[in-house]
């Protein structure tokens, strides 16, 4: 007769060590992600929270800026406005100057004149 092949004896138990040692280290693995997603994720919010706040600083200074801008307008505007006014009361200080020269000069040739 010819002889039989030999079997090859598995050991529940050992079948089973392997898969709890499997399974062990895909849960760790497991883990491991989900700490790292964890992490990957508070970085992404703190960046975001960042950003956010840049957003706002960079509103904040535009805004300054044109109320600085305005208030600058505002501030040459009226000195402007000042300088304005002070030119008109000078022109007419000088056209009375001129009208006074005029008329002396006016009344000075009519006196040689006569």
Same mark, same amino acid.
């Given at each position: 007769?010819?002889? #039989?092949?030999?079997?090859?004896?598995?050991?529940?138990?050992?079948?089973?060590? +392997?898969?709890?040692?499997?399974?062990? #280290?895909?849960?760790?693995?497991?883990? #491991?992600?989900? /700490? $790292?997603? +964890?992490?990957?994720?508070?970085?992404?919010? $703190?960046?975001?929270?960042?950003?956010?706040?840049?957003?706002?600083? /960079?509103?904040?200074? #535009?805004?300054?800026?044109?109320?600085?801008? +305005?208030?600058?307008?505002? *501030? /040459?505007?009226?000195?402007?406005?000042? &300088?304005?006014? *002070?030119?008109?009361?000078?022109?007419?200080?000088?056209?009375?100057? /001129?009208?006074?020269?005029?008329?002396?000069?006016?009344?000075?040739?009519?006196?040689? +004149? &006569?």
């Amino acid at each position: 007769a010819a002889p #039989k092949p030999a079997l090859t004896i598995v050991n529940p138990e050992v079948e089973i060590d +392997n898969l709890k040692q499997h399974i062990a #280290k895909l849960q760790a693995d497991f883990d #491991k992600e989900v /700490v $790292t997603n +964890n992490a990957l994720h508070a970085e992404l919010r $703190t960046a975001n929270d960042c950003i956010e706040s840049l957003r706002r600083d /960079v509103n904040t200074l #535009k805004l300054n800026a044109d109320i600085v801008e +305005n208030l600058a307008f505002e *501030e /040459v505007a009226g000195k402007t406005i000042g &300088h304005d006014v *002070e030119a008109r009361k000078l022109n007419e200080e000088l056209a009375r100057l /001129v009208d006074k020269r005029n008329n002396l000069t006016r009344g000075g040739r009519q006196k040689k +004149n &006569h």
